[in-house]
């Protein structure tokens, strides 16, 4: 059964600081994987997405790697903003299949 | 931009009773998918659509129906509201015509409540 684990659960920064959420993965074959960003009451939004051959990508203050060997990725934010305070969701494609596997998130907390 | 719109953003039902959760996008994407979201748990696709009269079931359908007319328009149907469809749904769309693991646009979602 294709699964995604995300760790941890929640995590409380402070402004300013950086921080690293992780993500695990089973699902195969595997396609790409995705971050969100999901703030509180509205629906997901894209970060990135990693194909099997892209093992860095950025976006702004956001850097997720991926290790296909190990079936792990990260989700790297440098120095965090108040705004940066949402849930972060890891998402895996399989290939072949117009679907996607979703994590329980990591909630981030960001604090003056 | 609109992008993906959903109605409403918020509803209290009865159980029995039945609704439909509206979703429509004007980026004119072939790819359209309803996913609900149960409180710490991840997304879970209900049904999607790769087109216009085209669609089927997703992880957890039981308890829904959807219909595909238009290719901006993709109505999710509840018939006899449950306690265990108390969920925040969302809505969200890809152009499957490029790549059908494009990325997804969601909708604001709807929360809803059966009492």
């Known amino acids: 059964k294709n699964q995604v684990e995300q760790s941890p659960q929640s995590l409380i920064i402070l402004e300013g600081k950086n921080c690293t959420l992780q993500?695990?993965?089973?699902?195969?074959?595997?396609?790409?994987l995705r971050w969100y960003k999901q703030d509180t009451g509205r629906g997901p939004v894209s970060l990135t997405i990693?194909?099997?051959?892209?093992n860095t990508k950025s976006n702004g203050r956001y850097t997720a790697t991926l290790d296909a060997d190990t079936k792990q990725s990260s989700l790297h934010i440098t120095a965090s903003q108040l705004s940066d305070s949402a849930s972060y969701i890891c998402?895996?494609?399989?290939?072949?299949?117009?679907?996607?596997?979703f994590g329980k998130g990591t909630m981030l907390l960001v604090s003056p | 931009n609109a992008g993906v719109t959903q109605t409403p953003k918020f509803r209290i039902l009865k159980i029995g009773q039945s609704m439909t959760l509206q979703c429509t996008q004007d980026?004119?994407?072939?790819?359209m998918y309803w996913y609900r979201q149960d409180p710490g748990m991840g997304l879970k696709l209900i049904y999607y659509?790769?087109?216009?009269?085209?669609?089927d079931k997703g992880e957890v359908p039981n308890g829904y129906n959807v219909s595909r007319s238009t290719t901006e328009d993709f109505p999710l149907r509840l018939e006899l509201a449950a306690p265990s469809q108390t969920s925040v749904y969302f809505c969200?769309?890809?152009?499957?015509?490029?790549?059908?693991?494009?990325?997804?646009?969601f909708g604001p979602g709807t929360r809803l409540l059966v009492l």
């Open positions: 969200a769309s890809t152009d499957g015509l490029a790549d059908p693991q494009e990325t997804q646009y």
């Open positions: 993500c695990n993965y089973t699902v195969s074959p595997f396609s790409n």
């Open positions: 990693m194909t099997f051959s892209e």
């Open positions: 998402v895996v494609s399989a290939k072949g299949y117009s679907t996607l596997t």
């Open positions: 980026m004119n994407h072939n790819y």
């Open positions: 659509s790769v087109g216009a009269g085209i669609t």
